[in-house]
């Protein structure tokens, strides 16, 4: 009996639990967004921003010991910067040679140390949207490195848009491979000299 009741029960439970009542009214419609700019066609609105600047002359702040130049977006780039981009800066180390005799430009990304007998300097940098400051610190008295350091240095800034950093492995490290990855040629880079 016990076992009746406890099939009569299951199937009661089954009954109910596959009954659909009607349906609800239905619910409000979302607020349209405002529609953003067209792309150019055939490609996506969403761009990367690479700019090179020839000719940076740091300037030695005294009361800080440190160099330190103020790059700002608007003076080498129309497009507006949001919070989720990502700003890459490479200093441009030089030519170097390989042993086939092929020759390879030689960027590093900051921060980037460099190794005296005095001690450690090091480039760093900090952004906003609209700005980006690079400096050149140090644990000594840095009033009298040498000015191949901090005069006309050259230096690239890559602004990556959130969605194009978020997707994929990303090796920031190599400005190649960025650059490749962003589908940006060395001929389509604005460079531009400071005077």
Not at 24 to 34: A, L, V
Not at 47 to 55: D, S
Not at 80 to 85: A, L, N, R, S, V
Not at 124 to 153: K, M
Request: charged share 20%.
């Amino acid at each position: 009996m016990k076992k009746l009741h406890l099939l009569l029960g299951a199937l009661v439970a089954l009954f109910f639990i596959s009954c659909e009542g009607p349906q609800g009214p239905p619910g409000f419609d979302g607020f349209d967004g405002e529609r953003g700019p067209a792309g150019k066609d055939g490609k996506d609105a969403i761009q990367a921003q690479v700019f090179e600047l020839e000719g940076v002359n740091f300037i030695y702040n005294e009361t800080e010991n440190l160099y330190d130049n103020l790059i700002t977006f608007s003076d080498f780039t129309s497009f507006e910067t949001i919070k989720e981009d990502v700003v890459l800066i490479y200093r441009y180390d030089g030519p170097i040679e390989f042993g086939d005799g092929a020759v390879e430009d030689s960027w590093g990304l900051l921060p980037q140390n460099y190794f005296f007998d005095e001690g450690i300097i090091q480039y760093v940098f900090s952004h906003t949207l609209f700005d980006a400051q690079v400096f050149i610190e140090g644990n000594f008295d840095l009033s009298n490195i040498s000015t191949d350091y901090t005069d006309n240095q050259i230096l690239r800034v890559v602004i990556i848009p959130g969605e194009i950093a978020t997707t994929g492995k990303l090796d920031t490290s190599n400005i190649n491979s960025v650059m490749a990855h962003l589908g940006v040629t060395e001929e389509s880079i604005q460079k531009v000299t400071l005077e």
